[in-house]
């Protein structure tokens, strides 16, 4: 089945600063990669997510941009703020095998220092 | 709108003793799903449901059961609880697959 690998697990940035996160994954036919947010004490939101047939994908702040050849995609928040501070989850959809559920990464701790 | 809604959202039993976790979505969803959140482990599929009336095993569903009641509701069944199912549980639902997953708030619980 797919795996996915997240990094770093911990990330602590200045308020204004930029934030990465990037997850690699391993099944090639993986077609769909989202990503979540989960602030404290919730059940986790989509912000943002890509399709394979994108290289990159822009939302106000945030933007995800995907390398199929090197199956690696990566979150990137700009002019990072307070309420940035969550966990966020990489998620990627493989067409192949029973599941119907994403994949999802082991989580990123984003702290936006004041 | 309420969304995906989970019940109850905090239990703590003893080894041994069984419970039922409760979840529904009034979003008119096809899919639904159960997922466990471990520390360092991100969101792990436990099982799911594709459609009403159909329910598959996901990636960890030992000592679990579901039961797909109808459209709306969705829900999670540990018959002899183990210290290992100490988790927090999210519920979670689709239109249809691959698409945006509107998750519960999720239920801790802790098996002592």
């Known amino acids: 089945g797919e795996n996915v690998e997240q990094h770093p697990s911990t990330l602590s940035v200045q308020e204004g600063d930029s934030a990465v996160i990037k997850c690699t994954y391993s099944d090639s036919a993986s077609n769909y990669f989202p990503w979540y947010k989960q602030e404290l004490g919730k059940g986790s939101q989509l912000i943002i997510d890509i399709r394979s047939n994108v290289g990159e994908k822009k939302d106000q702040r945030i933007a995800v941009t995907l390398n199929k050849t090197a199956k690696h995609f990566s979150l990137h928040i700009t002019e990072t703020q307070p309420e940035d501070s969550a966990v966020y989850f990489c998620a990627a959809k493989s067409p192949v095998g029973g599941a119907d559920g994403l994949t999802f990464g082991k989580g990123t701790h984003l702290i936006i220092q004041p | 709108n309420a969304g995906v809604t989970q019940t109850p959202k905090f239990q703590v039993l003893k080894t041994g003793q069984s419970m039922t976790l409760q979840c529904a979505q009034d979003?008119?969803?096809?899919?639904m799903y159960w997922y466990r959140q471990d520390p360092g482990m991100g969101l792990r599929l436990i099982y799911y449901?594709?459609?009403?009336?159909?329910?598959d095993k996901g990636e960890v569903p030992n000592g679990y059961n579901v039961s797909r009641l109808n459209k709306r509701e969705f829900s999670l069944r540990l018959e002899s609880a183990a210290p290992s199912q100490t988790s927090v549980y999210f519920c979670?639902?689709?239109?249809?697959?691959?698409?945006?997953?509107?998750f519960g708030e999720g239920s801790r619980l802790t098996v002592l």
């Open positions: 979003m008119n969803h096809n899919s």
């Open positions: 449901s594709a459609s009403e009336g159909t329910t």
């Open positions: 979670a639902s689709t239109l249809e697959g691959p698409g945006e997953l509107f």
